[in-house]
């Protein structure tokens, strides 16, 4: 339908949508009401009919038309008009949502557009195009994290929405400091992922690790934790940006605890770390909340472990880095089985929302 419609003047647009509309609808309709579950749950509720006028409204929109229901079966169709351009040369102007869809798509994969090209798809769209941008992702179900989206472009004046896989993203101007404090009162508790702020250019990048830490923050704990943001996981994500090298990194710097058992690793390994990100026992046992000679009664075990090399500094760094490797690889281990056992029980893919509390050693 799309082909046919745009490959055709002005003019013959309305009768073709008249005429082909209504049967496009009533088939996605039924595709929809088959596979997809919530949509099936909303038509029972409104019923059918104005399922489908619906759906009739979103192809209008999507393709850029505005349309209303004109009576039985019937849709009054606006058309956009045309920009003449010289003698006898009609050259018709993407429709705006389009043009928006286009504009999230060259930024989100990183097309490079020439830089006057892009200007000319933004103008279209609508959207001014800013020195800095911000993605932000919206957890839960489609439907809701696109109307938390919209709502959240109208909070900041202006966004462009799009879809990555089956993940709602908007990318926002991201004028300076101002920003986070405005999408952290707009979000509230509602769960997202909010990109750091890069240059235009770089939205790819600001999406991708949103996206990424979507699966890995612990959204699902506390609404004050709603949303999260990259700039607070930095490191956490630059550890898991290779997963490979992580393990390599883990296994390397922790061999002298691969002769103890698991229990026994795994306490040693959670007073290291906590020693080496508080700088002394006092405050690894306030962190842990054991008593201090607990905590240097394990650190004579590990220095027997790692020996004199444990004060060295190269050496901390590197064990600290190992040691929140292995942590931060057991939560995502934790996540994909988790994600994987919902999977098989609803049969579809589903995205992790948070991550599992860690485990507690021993009563720590």
């Not at 009768?15 to 949509?39: C, G, I, Q, S």
């Not at 019923?47 to 209303?68: F, I, N, P």
């Not at 079966?73 to 003698?87: D, L, S």
């Amino acid at each position: 339908m799309l082909n046919r419609i745009w490959s055709r003047p002005r003019g013959e647009w309305t009768r073709v949508l008249r005429k082909e509309l209504p049967a496009v609808a009533a088939r996605m309709v039924e595709e929809l009401l088959r596979d997809t579950p919530a949509f099936a749950e909303v038509t029972e509720r409104i019923g059918k009919d104005r399922a489908q006028a619906a759906v009739e409204q979103a192809l209008l929109l999507a393709l850029g038309l505005s349309g209303r229901r004109a009576g039985a079966g019937r849709t009054a169709v606006t058309a956009t008009v045309p920009r003449q351009r010289g003698a006898g040369q009609v050259v018709t102007t993407m429709p705006g949502a389009r043009a928006r869809q286009a504009l999230f798509a060259a930024l989100a994969e990183d097309r490079c557009l020439p830089e006057k090209a892009l200007a000319e798809l933004a103008r279209q769209a609508g959207f001014p195009l800013p020195e800095r941008v911000r993605a932000v992702v919206l957890a839960g179900s489609s439907t809701e994290a696109t109307h938390v989206s919209l709502h959240l472009a109208a909070a900041l004046g202006q966004g462009l929405l799009g879809t990555v896989d089956t993940d709602v993203c908007l990318l926002v101007p991201d004028p300076g400091p101002e920003t986070r404090p405005a999408l952290t009162a707009v979000l509230g508790g509602k769960p997202a992922a909010v990109g750091h702020a890069v240059p235009l250019a770089d939205a790819a990048s600001s999406l991708r690790w949103a996206r990424r830490l979507l699966t890995l923050a612990p959204l699902g704990a506390a609404p004050r934790e709603r949303p999260v943001f990259v700039d607070d996981h930095l490191s956490d994500l630059l550890l898991l940006q290779d997963e490979s090298l992580a393990r390599a990194l883990s296994a390397r710097w922790l061999r002298p605890l691969e002769g103890l058992t698991p229990r026994q690793s795994e306490r040693l390994e959670v007073t290291l770390l906590a020693w080496l990100e508080s700088g002394g026992a006092p405050e690894a046992a306030r962190v842990l909340q054991v008593h201090p000679q607990t905590v240097r009664y394990r650190l004579r075990q590990i220095e027997k472990l790692f020996g004199p090399a444990l004060r060295e500094p190269r050496m901390r760094f590197e064990l600290e880095l190992a040691l929140r490797s292995r942590r931060l690889l057991a939560q995502s281990r934790r996540l994909r089985s988790r994600a994987q056992g919902r999977a098989r029980v609803v049969g579809a893919t589903v995205h992790p929302l948070g991550l599992a509390r860690q485990a507690r050693v021993n009563g720590l």
